[in-house]
Nanobody, 128 residues
Framework: QVQLVESGGGLVQPGGSLRLSCAAS????????MGWFRQAPGKEREGVSC????????RYADSVKGRFTISRDNAKNTVWLQMNSLKPEDTAIYYC?????????????????????WGQGTQVTVSS
């Protein structure tokens, strides 16, 4: 059974940093592109960042480029999202997701329709 478990969320002041973790189990982790999505109250879920299964190719939403960094360790079945220079507009529930195994690289990895498994989410609140 596929399981994705996020951790690391919390309350942080503007300009601060957080590191989210996603522990994966129940599938061959290094065979899948992984990503992070977020959903703020009253808004649609949006893709934040994703990373390919083995060559390290990444993609980022324009709103987080230069501030967020995604990484993974296939030996630990874990993907991380380092978030720096956080802004109030980054406040959302952050979800880890597994992209369907239908394409190579980062194709459609920021699109919700392309994911086939989701974690339960972790709350990130940026506020003074």
């Amino acid at each position: 059974q596929v399981q994705l478990v996020e951790s690391g969320g919390g309350l942080v002041q503007p300009g601060g940093s957080l590191r989210l973790s996603c522990a994966a189990s129940g599938f061959t982790f290094d065979s899948y592109t992984m990503g992070w999505f977020r959903q703020a109250p009253g808004k649609e879920r949006e893709g934040v960042s994703c990373i390919s299964k083995s060559d390290g190719n990444t993609r980022y939403a324009d709103s987080v480029k230069g501030r967020f960094t995604i990484s993974r360790d296939n030996a630990k079945n874990t993907v991380w999202l380092q978030m720096n220079s956080l802004k109030p507009e980054d406040t959302a529930i952050y979800y880890c997701a597994r992209r369907r195994a239908f394409a190579n690289g980062t194709y459609s990895c920021l699109s919700s329709w392309a994911q086939d498994s989701w974690g339960q989410g972790t709350q990130v609140t940026v506020s003074s």
